[in-house]
Every structure is written in C-alpha cells, then in structure tokens.
C-alpha cells in the first residue's frame, strides 16, 4: 500500500528540549512538505523540499529544522527555539512542487508540551 | 496578498438535505484548487482538484465547482458520515506554495 507515515502519532516535549518528527513515503514523490495546524487557523507551511538534498523556508519556518537525505524521508525537528510548539503537525508529499500537482497527506503528530 | 476564505464556518444539516460549501480566493493567478476532507484527529483525505473556471468534479454525494474568484462544493442528500471539516487549498501561479482556508465544520444529524 502506498502512502505517507508520521511517527509518533502524540509526542510530548519539556522545556528547552529538541523533538523530532518522522515522515516517511513510499509514493516516489519528488516533493515533501511540512504543515502546522492550529484550531481555528489555516494549514501554515514551515519548509519544504523538491527533491533530495534541497528545502525551502515556509512562511514559519522559525525555531524548526528540517533534512532532506533519502527521497523517502523528510524528518522535522522542532528546536527548543520554539517558543509555542503545541499543534498538530502534518506531513505532505506530491510528484512535484509546481505545476499545481495534489498533496496527500500523513495521519499526523500531535505535539504537546509537558 | 494571496487569500482563501472559506464560508460558513460551521455548518449543520439535517440528513437528506442538501447544501454547498463556499471558498473564495485571491490569487494572481490559479494553478490549482483543491479540496480536503478532515476528520477530528486525523490528516486531510484529498477529494478534489480544479483547474480552470468552468470544471465540476463528483465523487458520491459531493460535487466541486470552480469559477474565476470561488469554489463551491455541493453535498448532496448527506449522510451522518460526511460530517468533517473540508478544507480548501489553492495553490497560486507564483511559488511553490499551497494556501488554506480555515475549514468549514459540517455535522448532519441523523
């Protein structure tokens, strides 16, 4: 079955402490994105990546890292820079990042602060 | 500045009866619309994607709709399972970049 995988489903971080996110497709996509999801707000995009090797800074980019080694996986960090890590984050992917090409989505991380 | 609104915010429907959901938009230009099912919890499930003004894709009871400036999505004789949120995205000319709308909350009571 191919599709997108976020690992863990709920993470939980203390104060001053770095957090990973997985993502992992099997689709062959070229693309991978990397969204946060506040009540109330639209899908905010934090960085993403064309192809291996290569991201780009989202409009909230600040206080998150990202790395682009395999095609597959596009693992997001969540550094202790962030000052309001708590939202649910979703993982993307598509063929390609223009040409207007569907993203499909992850389950999602929820991240919450001890 | 690019922007997508979606309309109402919350929406109930008694079963069977039929309504549409609305998102407008301002972009330069459009390379895509796209349409999402959310359920609480989870990853949107894609539904939909529109490319030029004019097009309408179905699949069951929904329907989606573009035109130059707003997108509609027709739910017809729904049913208690189609209570979601759905999202819009619109993904403009320039960029890379998809846009969301905040979502629209639909509940059908049985």
């Known amino acids: 079955d191919g599709g997108i995988t976020q690992s863990p489903k709920y993470l939980f971080r203390k104060e001053g402490q770095n957090v990973t996110l997985s993502c992992e497709q099997n689709l062959n996509h070229d693309a991978m994105y990397w969204y946060r999801q506040d009540p109330g707000q639209g899908l905010r995009l934090i960085y993403y990546?064309?192809?291996?090797?290569?991201?780009q800074k989202g409009d909230i980019a600040e206080g998150y890292s990202v790395s682009r080694e395999k095609k597959e996986s596009f693992p997001l960090t969540v550094t202790s820079a962030q000052k309001n890590p708590t939202a649910f984050y979703l993982c993307?992917?598509?063929?390609?990042?223009?040409?207007?090409?569907?993203?499909?989505f992850g389950p999602g991380t929820r991240l919450l602060v001890l | 500045e690019d922007q997508v609104t979606q309309s109402p915010e919350a929406l109930r429907l008694q079963e069977g009866e039929s309504s549409s959901l609305n998102c407008s938009y301002t972009?330069?230009?459009?390379?895509?619309l796209f349409w999402y099912r959310q359920d609480p919890g989870k990853g949107p499930e894609f539904l939909f994607t529109?490319?030029?003004a004019g097009e309408e894709k179905e699949k069951e009871r929904l329907k989606a709709t573009l035109t130059k400036k707003e997108s509609f999505l027709h739910i017809t004789a729904p049913k208690p399972e189609d209570s979601a949120t759905y999202l819009c995205?619109?993904?403009?000319?320039?960029?890379?970049?998809?846009?969301f709308g905040t979502g629209t909350s639909l509940t059908v009571i049985p």
């Open positions: 995205a619109v993904h403009p000319n320039t960029g890379n970049q998809f846009y």
């Open positions: 972009v330069s230009g459009l390379r895509g």
């Open positions: 529109l490319y030029s």
């Open positions: 993307a992917s598509s063929i390609r990042a223009h040409l207007g090409e569907t993203q499909y």
């Open positions: 990546s064309q192809i291996v090797n290569d991201f």
